[in-house]
Each structure stands twice: as C-alpha cells, then as structure tokens.
C-alpha cells in the first residue's frame, strides 16, 4: 500500500452534471499530481499541485479544476461531464525537494451516461 | 517532444521466460525514467526507476537497461511467474519533477504456468 487513498472507488454521473474526486496524499507529501487514464491506456497528466498552487497543467480544458487543502489534500472537479470522460482517475503523491519518486492511488472509476 | 513510445503492446511467456519491455523518449531533458506495474482494477506501482547516469539498474528480478544516445530504455523480468501478469507501464520526466509522468501506451503481460 502507498498511503495514497482516493474517494469514491466508484461513481456513475450523467452527462453534464458535475463530480468531485479527492485524494489524500501520503503522510509528508506536499505534491499531489491528478492523472486520467482512459480504458487500455496509459495515465495522461491533467495537473499538480504543489502547497496549496496549481504548479503545471496537461492537455485538458478548463472544465477540470483542482484545489489542494494545507493538509495537503487535493480535489478533482470536472465539470459539464462528457462521455469521453469516463475513465480511471488517478492520484500521485511526492514529497518535497525534486528527485523523489511519485506514488500512486487506487484510482476512481468514473462512468458517465 | 513529449511523447513515449512503448512496444510490444502485449507479450506472452512461459514461466522462467525473460520478457523485455522497451521504450522510446524524444525529449533528451527527461532525466528520470521508471515502470509502473498495473493490476486490473488498481492504480499503478512504482517498480523501478533509472536515470540517465547509469546505464543499468537491477533491483530483485527487474532490471532497467538504459540508452541514452539511443534516447531508450528497456524493462527486463528474469525468471518471470505467472504472478507478474500485468500491465506495465514506463514513463519519463524532466526537471526533477517525478510527479508530471508522460507514459508510455502500456504493455500487458502474461505469464503461463
């Protein structure tokens, strides 16, 4: 186990409705990074963040949106929920200073309708 | 420039084989390269990791060959069982940001008693 826990495991939304997806991060990690990974892909990156800042963001729209919490906690918000974004959600977790290595969640599985 | 390249997409061996995995980076400031290991249903586990000062890296049956010139690097797993039938993942970053990952499309592996 990472330490790395996300919420929910599963959920079903319908097209244009919104969803909220959080993750705590590992015990002394200040980095949490968001990731989608679709059905046989690899995980894509959406964004980071870094003591509360968004620091770096993938190819995704404005739609998906992130907060990160002075416990270091984060939250994934898409909004206007499209069929293409069902997906594996991922969260990773780092500790401060570069060099160190990313450790994932269990994911969650986003089905849209 | 930010693209990985993974191939085979999928391999099949008997166990005791040595399946090989390779990959292929087009940015030469990526400086840290590692495989995921993936089961169905779970987020991704960091199995190991390189960078570019070294061209070889084993830890246990898993060993990361590296080519810098070559701007590729492959996954090795000596004396394969059927529990490391997975998918598996490299991926690459630069700037000491192992967090922001480009991966690679995923190899999935099956190992046959």
């Known amino acids: 186990e990472t330490g790395v826990t996300q919420s929910p495991t599963h959920l079903i939304k319908t097209r244009g409705q919104q969803v909220t997806l959080r993750c705590s991060s590992q015990s002394g990690h200040n980095t949490v990074s968001w990731y989608q990974q679709a059905l046989g892909q690899g995980p894509q990156f959406i964004f980071q963040?870094?003591?509360?800042?968004?620091?770096g963001r993938g190819n995704f729209p404005p739609r998906f949106s992130g907060l990160q919490f002075p416990n270091y906690s984060s939250e994934l918000n898409v909004n206007a929920l499209e069929l293409d974004d069902s997906a594996l959600y991922l969260c990773?977790?780092?500790?401060?200073?570069?060099?160190?290595?990313?450790?994932f969640g269990q994911g969650t599985r986003l089905t849209v309708v | 420039q930010q693209q990985v390249k993974q191939s085979p997409q999928s391999l099949i061996v008997q166990k005791g084989g040595i399946p090989i995995i390779n990959c292929a980076y087009e940015?030469?400031?990526?400086?840290?390269f590692p495989w995921y290991q993936q089961f169905p249903g779970k987020g991704p586990a960091l199995l190991i990791a390189?960078?570019?000062?070294?061209s070889e890296k084993k830890e246990g049956r898993f060993t990361i060959s590296f080519n810098k010139s070559a701007k590729q690097f492959s996954l090795h797993i000596m004396d394969s069982q059927p529990g490391d039938s997975a998918t598996y993942f490299c991926a690459s970053c630069g700037g000491g940001n192992t967090g922001k990952l480009i991966f690679g499309q995923g190899t999935t592996l099956q190992v046959k008693p």
């Open positions: 390189i960078r570019p000062d070294v």
């Open positions: 940015n030469t400031a990526f400086d840290y």
């Open positions: 990773a977790s780092s500790p401060d200073g570069a060099n160190t290595e990313a450790f």
């Open positions: 963040y870094y003591r509360e800042e968004e620091n």
